[in-house]
């Protein structure tokens, strides 16, 4: 049952069901409103449907690899001026370059995979914190109408002018 006062909206990105199906029951016990993509593709699309304070997002998925869907979101939301979310990357694959182009894009939080489950929600409550700060439970209502007017502009087709 979702909460009744969630401590904010998360996505997490990530092609093992496992771990999506774990983090799920882990987040929503601590309050939070999480939502579940299987690849990059399906997350960029919620993330364009509605506000999340939070993405979490693997790096090594098929098809669209993490950072480029993180680079997509970014992109799309400040085009839409429809939020920031924080970004955290969870990965079991570490190398300098990716630690680098992940922070460049604005990532708070760079987890690797097993991680210790108390460190990962000390970061998660922090980074959602933050997240609220700047973007607090009223105002995700306006966001998403402003994204479901904008996708609903985006399905429609151009008119020609004659």
């Not at 983090?23 to 579940?36: A, H, Q, S």
């Not at 105002?139 to 020609?160: C, G, H, S």
């Given at each position: 049952m979702?909460?009744?006062?969630?401590?904010?909206?998360?996505?997490?990105?990530?092609?093992?069901?496992?771990?999506?199906?774990?983090?799920?029951?882990?987040?929503?016990?601590?309050?939070?409103?999480?939502?579940?993509?299987?690849?990059?593709?399906e997350g960029i699309r919620k993330a364009k449907s509605g506000f999340f304070h939070l993405v979490l997002c693997d790096i090594r998925m098929p098809g669209l690899d993490g950072l480029m869907t993180l680079e997509h979101i970014r992109k799309?939301?400040?085009?839409?001026?429809?939020?920031?979310?924080?970004?955290?990357?969870?990965?079991?694959?570490?190398?300098p370059d990716s630690r680098q182009q992940a922070f460049r894009l604005g990532v708070s939080d760079f987890m690797m995979k097993p991680f210790d489950l108390e460190a990962f929600l000390a970061s998660i409550r922090s980074q959602a914190a933050e997240a609220l700060k700047r973007t607090p439970l009223d105002?995700?209502?306006?966001?998403?109408?402003?994204?479901?007017?904008?996708?609903?502009?985006?399905?429609?087709?151009?008119?020609?002018l004659g």
């Open positions: 979702p909460p009744k006062d969630p401590k904010g909206f998360i996505l997490v990105i990530d092609d093992d069901p496992l771990l999506r199906k774990t983090l799920k029951k882990i987040l929503e016990k601590e309050g939070f409103m999480v939502d579940l993509a299987t690849d990059g593709y799309f939301q400040d085009r839409a001026g429809a939020g920031a979310s924080g970004f955290i990357v969870i990965t079991a694959y570490d190398s105002e995700v209502q306006d966001l998403n109408r402003r994204l479901e007017r904008l996708l609903a502009l985006e399905k429609q087709p151009p008119t020609t």
